[in-house]
């Protein structure tokens, strides 16, 4: 199974070295049209950058519940940043049953 990473040129590029498929994208909204060829593809997981999964929404959410492929989001040049960490307390509240996390404060 192979690896894909899509995303703005700057952000891809350092992906290419390490063995992934890039599909570099000039706007987040080019990704629509790779999405049929990378979800098809053998990949095992895809990386997509926070401007690409905001365009890519819905077509994401169809294969969350798949083994395969595993989609994760990274930030890109510019990101504004939240998606993340989003992700996570989404998690938390759905094994949690609550928004609400309890943190031990520092002495």
Known sequence: MKLAVIGDSTTVAGFRPLGFEVFPVAQPEEA???WAQVKGGDYAVVFVTEAVADTLGSLLAEVADLPTPAITVIPGVGSRGGVGQAK???????ALGTTAL????ES
């Open 102 to 105: 309890i943190r031990e404060e």
């Open 88 to 94: 996570i307390d989404k998690a938390v509240e759905r």
């Open 32 to 34: 629509r049209g790779l």
